[in-house]
């Protein structure tokens, strides 16, 4: 029995809350069971001095941990950012432009801050996820304004955890399983089921690869439902 009652295939509950925070050109507040990331992003109109000239654009996210964020207090990073932190907003920065074509964009740039307000596991899989749905918001705004064409947003992505706990492959796992899992995984995907990226550490004993089949096929099933959920909350955020 899983510590939420959840079958084995199940995501924790989900919720997308868009315009979250007014300011941004983009912006939402994503909830994965007790897991809580808001996203927010920023266009500007400018690009990175070595993107000058180029004539395409750029989309970058930044990452950060609330101090109380976690069961104890986590230091803030003021004196410089931990390799983790690093690790993951490299990773979301990654996924998020696998969504954009970046010629379309032109010589601007969007920034995705995806700040954790509450962990319970998972929370680069989510930052990810609604990262998206703030960037698409975003991009949304530029079309709506005919500043670029429909054409920028090329493809959907999202991402979810997988595990081995207990001997069984589980979807989505919270922190409780996560710190106990004998292996743990980060999948990221686009609507049309190609690979994005896949993190995979067996932390206690080596899995073989019919498991491995196992845990990505697990991961696509909970992946085609945040699709779905993306497309819900931006359909009714543009009616």
Known sequence: MRPDGRATDALRPVAMTPGYVVYPEGSV???MGQTRVLCNATVEE???RWRVKSGHGWVTAEYALLPRATQERTQRETSGLRGRTQEIRRLIGRSLRMAVDLRHLGQRQVIVDCDVIQADGGTRTAAITGGYVALALALQGLVAAEIVPPAVLRRQVAAVSVGIVGGEAMLDLCYEEDKGAQADLNIVMTDAGEYVEVQGTAERAP?????MDVLLDLAEVGIRRLLEMQ???LCGEAS
């Open 29 to 31: 507040l994503i909830e």
């Open 46 to 48: 400018r690009v990175p």
């Open 207 to 211: 899995f073989d690869r019919g498991m």
């Open 231 to 233: 497309r819900a909350t």
